[in-house]
């Protein structure tokens, strides 16, 4: 069974930055595209940032430009690292790994809290 495990949230002031990592199960990680979601309870899951097997970048216009998404098939991990943190920013963080529509993997999530 495949397993997704996203870590790294926490508490943290504006202005700060945390770094997330989803580490999947897979032995051909590589293969597949990587997509972090977040969900606050005001709102649905909305699409934060995403990044192809080619390593093509794509992210949401709220985070462009403070968040960097990145990914080393060889630890099976891939990485969300946020900077200049607002309020705003607080929710779940999801990770989605997917090949195709078949093979699309879930993480529990990890919660992201910015308040002063």
């Known amino acids: 069974q495949v397993r997704v495990v996203e870590s790294g949230g926490g508490l943290v002031q504006p202005g700060t930055s945390l770094r997330l990592s989803c580490y999947a199960s897979?032995?051909?990680?590589?293969?597949?595209?990587i997509t972090w979601y977040r969900q606050s309870p005001e709102s649905q899951r909305e699409f934060v940032a995403t990044?192809?097997?080619?390593?093509?970048?794509t992210y949401s216009d709220s985070v462009k430009g403070r968040f960097a998404i990145s990914r080393d098939d060889y630890k099976k991990t891939a990485y969300l690292e946020m900077n200049m943190l607002t309020p705003e920013d607080s929710a779940v963080y999801y990770c989605?790994?997917?090949?195709?529509?078949?093979?699309?993997?879930w993480g529990q999530g990890t919660q992201v809290t910015v308040s002063s």
């Open positions: 897979l032995d051909d990680f590589w293969v597949y595209d």
């Open positions: 989605n790994v997917v090949f195709s529509p078949q093979n699309s993997f």
């Open positions: 990044i192809a097997t080619s390593g093509t970048k």
